[in-house]
C-alpha cells in the first residue's frame, strides 16, 4: 500500500500497470519475431528501427489507457474473474479501434506487414494469463498490515466500515481497543481485545503494524505512554480524520477538529505555482475553445431549433474569495424553468430538462462554454464546483467550513464531481464539500491532471449527471 496525493492506493495496480505496459512490449517483439520466423535478419532489422519504439510506445500507451478507463486498474471494485476477462477484451478492442484511427490518419506509425494483428493477440493472452497468476503470487507474497482500532465509539465504527471496503489495500483489522474490554463484545463483527490500559500487551499478541487512535474525547483516556512505546519500535500511530481522509480520499468533517486543520500536512499555497496554474488554465481553455468550437455551433443550432429562449444561458455564481461571476452554459431547460418556484437543485429526471438538454447534460456538452469563463481568469480547468448565491447563504449556516471552498477558483471539473454522484440537497453539499477539502489539502498539478483524466473516463461514460 502506498500514498498517492495522500489517499492510500494499493500497491499492486501500479504493479499491473507496470507489468502490463513491459507485456504489450514483449508481445510486439514476439510477433516481429513470429512474422519473419523464417528471415531472423530481417526480424533483427524490423526491431532496430527508430519508428517501431515510438510505433510501440504509442501502442502501450493507448492499451493501457483503455485498461485505466475501464476501471481494470481500480482493485476496490472486485471484479469477478469472468467480468475482468471481459474487461480486458473489451479494453484491447477500444486499443484497436482507436489505434485503427490514428493509423488511418497518420499511416507511418503502423506496425505493418501483420505484426499489429499478431501483436494484439498475444498482448490478450498475456494481460489475461498475467493478471490470474499475478493474483495467486499477490496473495502468497503480499505483505499484511495488522490494524487495531483505539476506540469503540462512532468514529471507530466508521473506520471498522472503509477498512473493510477497501479489500484492496491489504489491512487486516484485528479488532478494537477500549471501551470495557469484555473479549466477548463485537462491533462491526471484530472483537473487542481489551482496554486501553493493555495497548502494548495487545499490540504484541497480535504482532501489529498499525493503530489508528479513533477516540472522541481522548482527555485522561488516551494511552501515551504504551503509544510512544509502541511508536518507537516501529509501529506506525495515526489519528482517524488522517486514516479515513487516506482511505476514502475526503476529508471527514464529523472527525475532524479545527486542529486537524491547523497541524495537519498539507494545504500548501505558492505563488510560482498558482502563477504557472494559471497559464496552463489560460492555454488550455484557448485550445479548449478552439478545438470545441464546431461543436458549440452545432449544439448551438439544436439548442435554438428546440425551445424559445436564449442559446447560452448565464447564472450568477459564488467565485474565488466570494467574489461573484456570471458563468456561461448552454441552456439545457425550458426558458421559464424557475419562474414558478424560485432556485432549485435540478433533480433526477427532472421534467424542467428539455430533450436536448438532458443530452447535453449526461455528456456535459452544456458546460463548453465555460471555458471563456477560464479564460477571463473567474475559473479553473479544476477546482470546485461555483454554486449559486442564494444556495451558498444557506449552506454556510448549516455546514462548518464551507466558506474555505472558496479560496481557491471554482473549476470546470473538481474532486467532489469526479467522487461523487450529483448532489441535489444539503447532506449532498455536506459530503462533496468533505471532497473539495480533501482537494486543497493536496491541490498540486499532477492531481489536477489525474483529475482530468477521471474527468474524460466519467464523460465518455455518462456517469454522474443529471
Not at 471498522?160 to 484485528?174: V, Y
Not at 499555497?269 to 494559471?278: A, E, Q, V, Y
Not at 471563456?372 to 451558498?392: A, K, L, Q, T
Amino acid at each position: 500500500m502506498i500514498r498517492v496525493f495522500n489517499q492510500y492506493v494499493s500497491a499492486k495496480s501500479f504493479l499491473l500497470m507496470a507489468v502490463e505496459a513491459l507485456l504489450i512490449v514483449l508481445s510486439l517483439i514476439c510477433a516481429v519475431k513470429l512474422r519473419f520466423w523464417n528471415n531472423p535478419t530481417e526480424a533483427l532489422f524490423y526491431l532496430a528501427l527508430p519508428d517501431f519504439a515510438v510505433q510501440a510506445a504509442i501502442v502501450v500507451f493507448v492499451c493501457v489507457a483503455c485498461f485505466y478507463y475501464n476501471d481494470l486498474y481500480d482493485l476496490s471494485t472486485g471484479h469477478s474473474a469472468v467480468e475482468r476477462v471481459l474487461r480486458v477484451e473489451q479494453s484491447l478492442g477500444a486499443a484497436s479501434l482507436l489505434l485503427g484511427l490514428l493509423y488511418f490518419m497518420f499511416p507511418s506509425l503502423l506496425l505493418g506487414r501483420g505484426v499489429f494483428i499478431i501483436g494484439m493477440a498475444l498482448v490478450t493472452a498475456l494481460v489475461i494469463l498475467s493478471r490470474k497468476l499475478l493474483d495467486k503470487a499477490w496473495q502468497l507474497t503480499a505483505p499484511i498490515q495488522r490494524v487495531v482500532i483505539l476506540g469503540t465509539g462512532q468514529l471507530a465504527l466508521e473506520l471498522a466500515r472503509e477498512l473493510t471496503r477497501r479489500g484492496d489495500l491489504s489491512m487486516k483489522l484485528e479488532g478494537f481497543v477500549g471501551g470495557a474490554g469484555s473479549r466477548d463484545e463485537k462491533i462491526f463483527g471484530f472483537p473487542v481485545l481489551g482496554p486501553t490500559s493493555e495497548m502494548e500487551a495487545i499490540a504484541k499478541e497480535r504482532a501489529v503494524s498499525r493503530i489508528i487512535v479513533a477516540m472522541e474525547d481522548r482527555r485522561g483516556t488516551l494511552p501515551t505512554r504504551e503509544l510512544v512505546t509502541l511508536r518507537v519500535q516501529g509501529v506506525r500511530v495515526e489519528d482517524a480524520a488522517s486514516a479515513l481522509s487516506g482511505l476514502t480520499g475526503r476529508v471527514s468533517l464529523r472527525a475532524v477538529k479545527p486542529s486537524w486543520f491547523v497541524f495537519s500536512e498539507g494545504f500548501h499555497r505558492s505563488k510560482w505555482i498558482d502563477l504557472l496554474k494559471r497559464a496552463l488554465d489560460l492555454a488550455a481553455g484557448v485550445i479548449g475553445l478552439a478545438a470545441s468550437m464546431p461543436i458549440m455551433i452545432m449544439v448551438g443550432l439544436v439548442v435554438r431549433l428546440e425551445s424559445k429562449g436564449p442559446i447560452i444561458f448565464r447564472q450568477t455564481r459564488v467565485g474565488r474569495m466570494g467574489k461573484c461571476f456570471e458563468v456561461l452554459k448552454f441552456r439545457s431547460m425550458s426558458d421559464d424553468a424557475e419562474k414558478a418556484n424560485g432556485a432549485q437543485w435540478a433533480k433526477e429526471n427532472d421534467p424542467r430538462v428539455t430533450r436536448i438538454g438532458r443530452f447535453l447534460r449526461k455528456y456535459r456538452l452544456d458546460e463548453l462554454p465555460q471555458f471563456v469563463n477560464v479564460i477571463r481568469g473567474e475559473m479553473s480547468f479544476v477546482g470546485p464546483r461555483p454554486e449559486r448565491p442564494f444556495f451558498v447563504e444557506e449552506l454556510r449556516k448549516t455546514i462548518p467550513y464551507y466558506d474555505e471552498r472558496h479560496s481557491v477558483r471554482p473549476g470546470l471539473t473538481g474532486w467532489a464531481q469526479v467522487q461523487y454522484a450529483y448532489g441535489s440537497s444539503i447532506e449532498d453539499a455536506f459530503n462533496k464539500l468533505e471532497y473539495d477539502l480533501f482537494y486543497l489539502q493536496n491541490m498540486s498539478l499532477t492531481f489536477d491532471l489525474a483529475i482530468i483524466f477521471q474527468t474524460i473516463r466519467i464523460v465518455l461514460g455518462a456517469r454522474g449527471s443529471r
